[in-house]
């Protein structure tokens, strides 16, 4: 029996890849979580706040995270999507992240009134501090785990009295 690529490979045992859709839905919200930890606990511990300019709000904050967001499940989904992803892809997922990330930063921090100066004296702190490691971090690793799943060839956990051959 053949098979197309990227199609399902049918086993015996049921099992088959992860759907690309599925697998970038649940590394996307991998990351988000990974992101929203990371930030939040990096903070905490070096005592400093992501975006330590004063008057901006929290604008340019979500921004960069729906545009890291938005890069993440784009790249991933391009990766994915081909009969043979590779987890080498997650390093050029998470740079492309990581400056959606930035981009998104700085053009909403100008938007907020901040000077050109400013928004990018925020951006440039983010990209050299310990926050934009965390940023690349729950990238690389979110989109390894997604590519993972898209290659996995697994069945669903069964217990042994689920087998209808032991009967």
Known sequence: MTTTPGAPDPSPSGGGPVRPGVAVVFATVG??????????????I?????????GLGQAPGAVAVAASLAAFAAGLFAVVRRADPRPRSAPVIA?????????????TALGTGAGLGSATGVAARVATSWFGLVVLVAAVLSAWAGIELARTRSARPRW????????
């Not at 990351?31 to 905490?44: E, P, Q």
């Not at 070096?46 to 004063?54: C, H, K, R, S």
């Not at 042994?160 to 009967?167: L, P």
């Open 31 to 44: 990351y988000l979580a990974l992101l929203i930890f990371g930030l939040g606990m990096t903070s905490l």
């Open 46 to 54: 070096i005592d400093e706040a992501v975006i330590a300019q004063p």
């Open 95 to 107: 740079a492309v992240t990581g400056l959606a990330y930035l981009v998104g930063l700085w053009v």
């Open 160 to 167: 042994s009295w689920e087998d209808e051959d032991d009967v």
